[in-house]
């Protein structure tokens, strides 16, 4: 598969560019700030865009990994890191939830290489869920996706427990109905959640997550019809080689690694793998936002960086209700 080499230094450039003019945009009484770091880190965001350049060159499955790690961080306990925290004998922690089973060690792994070239430049004052919050943001832009301005100073959570996750995370077994209950109680609107789905634009899902829809879909007949019968064999006949459950589809199977509105006009043309992304045009809730945004790249990207923003101040926590963490995969306090 070929990954788009965007330009990067331009897009770089454009980033440092339009921060200045946003930067008094956000004062939603979160305590956040746009230069939080600006006295006591001031490289953090040039450090972040280097480490998550350098990373997604290599790694092209890096940006997409670090959106959906961003969302499972914010959808459980707030955007608070809580899902950067391994489990230890003291204390099983979200991402041991099975459905964190996919998150791939990728996202991981490129939030802990920034923290370590933080560390080096200004020791215990980025927190992890910062790193993680600005990351998602630089790899979004990286890969052709609209910019939106990212708040600082939350503070890394002092609680991750596998049994938070259950219920606060979407699934792609779940009715429309059940998924737009699930975002607002989150505070989403119908159309926020069908803008923030945009981000299937970009991705995987491994076979167990539409299996059911391919070979089991009804007693009279075993594929989604609704499926593109094309698609539909594809999916079967990679499946059927899934001995290990690491085959996984693209998301926008047209093009897997842009971050544009082609998934939405995938839906449909029957080219959407999970039964989720499809329900986005079966339900009169949903269907018209859907159609917008196909029909309209700059409406999708406009309604994304805007939602994504909301996204990203999520009952963060500021003061002392966290810490600054000194490795993103344990509490400060080992015994906690
Ligand atoms: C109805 C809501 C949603 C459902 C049911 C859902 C479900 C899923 C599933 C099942 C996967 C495949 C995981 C795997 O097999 O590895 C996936 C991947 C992904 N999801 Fe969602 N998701 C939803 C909303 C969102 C939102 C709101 C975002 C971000 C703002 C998001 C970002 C992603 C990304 C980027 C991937 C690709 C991950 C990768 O390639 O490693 N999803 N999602
Ligand atoms: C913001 O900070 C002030 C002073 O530190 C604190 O009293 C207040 O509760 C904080 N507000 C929020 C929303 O966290
Ligand atoms: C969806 O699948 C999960 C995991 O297989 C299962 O635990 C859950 O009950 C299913 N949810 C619905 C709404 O069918
Ligand atoms: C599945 O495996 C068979 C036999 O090894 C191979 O011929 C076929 O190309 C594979 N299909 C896919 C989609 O990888
Ligand atoms: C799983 O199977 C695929 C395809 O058959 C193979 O390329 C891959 O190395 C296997 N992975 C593991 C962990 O066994
Ligand atoms: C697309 O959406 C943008 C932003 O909402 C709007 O300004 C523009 O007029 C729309 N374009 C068309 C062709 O409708
Ligand atoms: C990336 C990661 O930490 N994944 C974990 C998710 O949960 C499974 C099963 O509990 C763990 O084995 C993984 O290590």
């Given amino acids: 598969m070929a990954f788009s080499s965007t330009p990067l230094l331009f897009l770089l450039f454009m980033i440092s560019m339009v921060i200045p003019a946003f930067s008094k945009s956000n004062n939603k009484n979160n305590n956040l700030s746009i230069d939080y770091y600006k006295k006591t880190c001031p490289d953090f965001g040039r450090i972040v865009r280097e480490q998550i350049q350098e990373k997604q060159s290599k790694q092209p499955t890096t940006a997409a990994g670090t959106l959906r790690l961003f969302l499972h961080d914010c959808m459980v306990e707030g955007c608070d890191g809580s899902v950067l925290v391994a489990s230890n004998s003291f204390n099983k922690a979200e991402r041991d939830a099975d459905i964190n089973l996919s998150l791939p060690g990728d996202a991981f792994d490129v939030v802990a290489r920034i923290k370590t070239m933080l560390e080096l430049s200004c020791p215990n004052v980025v927190s992890c869920s910062d790193i993680l919050a600005e990351a998602t943001r630089d790899l979004v832009v990286m890969q052709g996706g609209p910019f939106y301005t990212v708040p600082l100073g939350r503070k890394d959570g002092l609680v991750s427990k596998v049994e938070s996750v259950e219920g606060n995370l979407p699934r792609s077994n779940m009715t429309m109905d059940q998924i737009l209950k699930l975002f607002a109680a989150k505070g989403f609107s119908a159309k926020e959640m069908v803008a923030l789905m945009g981000a299937h634009t970009i991705g995987f899902a491994h076979c167990t997550e539409f299996k059911d829809r391919i070979y089991k879909y009804s007693k009279t007949t075993p594929t989604d019809p609704e499926i593109n019968p094309k698609y539909a064999e594809a999916l079967k006949s990679m499946c059927a080689n899934d001995t290990n459950g690491t085959m996984s589809a693209f998301n926008d199977v047209l093009t897997?690694?842009?971050?544009?509105?082609?998934?939405?006009?995938?839906?449909?043309?029957?080219?959407?793998?999970?039964?989720?992304?499809?329900?986005?045009?079966?339900?009169?809730?949903?269907?018209?936002?859907?159609?917008?945004?196909?029909?309209?790249?700059?409406?999708?990207f406009d309604d994304f960086a805007r939602a994504m923003e909301k996204l990203s101040v999520l009952h963060v926590k500021t003061g002392n209700a966290g810490e600054v963490r000194r490795r993103c995969d344990s509490f400060n306090d080992l015994m906690t």
Avoid: C, V, W
């Fill in 256 to 300: 897997p690694n842009k971050f544009d509105n082609m998934y939405y006009k995938n839906l449909p043309r029957g080219l959407a793998a999970l039964a989720s992304d499809h329900a986005l045009i079966k339900d009169s809730r949903t269907k018209g936002f859907a159609e917008l945004y196909a029909a309209n790249q700059t409406a999708f």
